[in-house]
């Protein structure tokens, strides 16, 4: 790369030299067993970060079925700020609540029967993935992840 750098007699060639040198690096790199296996091991992990983005909207369901049942409503709560005239809140500054459906008792195990079954399915499939990316790609920490989400389980 030196000496093709020194032969260049203008700008341009410089330029060029330095474009075919470092696509050579690219393309060198990019062929590198080990960042193939990091490219699959970073989608395996996008596949379970869904997975787990997926358990939390299933709790965040399943809190929203158990106020249903109890009949009961989340407050939420603006910024309380007083008004400098007249000390008072302006209408969007007041706690809104939000009406909720009841269903009954039988909907709601229904609903727990079927996040158990799906939160029983996308455990073992986190706890697998982690094993294969860790192996894959020699990160230890997503093995000991893995057995921590094992032995937390059931």
Do not use: W
Not at 12 to 29: A, D, G, N, P, R
């Amino acid at each position: 790369m030196k000496e093709k750098m020194r032969e260049c007699r203008d700008v341009e060639e410089l330029i060029y030299t330095h474009v075919q040198y470092t696509s050579s690096i690219q393309y060198q790199v990019l062929l590198n067993e080990k960042v193939v296996r990091i490219q699959t091991v970073l989608t395996k992990l996008s596949i379970i970060y869904n997975t787990i983005m997926d358990i939390l909207n299933m709790a965040i369901s399943f809190s929203q079925k158990y106020l249903q049942l109890k009949q009961e409503s989340i407050s939420t709560k603006h910024d309380r700020k007083s008004h400098k005239r007249t000390s008072s809140q302006s209408d969007d500054e007041r706690s809104t609540d939000f009406p909720i459906e009841s269903i009954s008792e039988s909907e709601f195990i229904e609903y727990v029967k079927h996040v158990d079954d799906r939160f029983l399915r996308a455990v073992p499939f986190i706890r697998s993935g982690l094993k294969a990316s860790a192996r894959a790609a020699e990160y230890p920490t997503l093995g000991m992840l893995a057995a921590s989400l094992e032995v937390g389980v059931r």
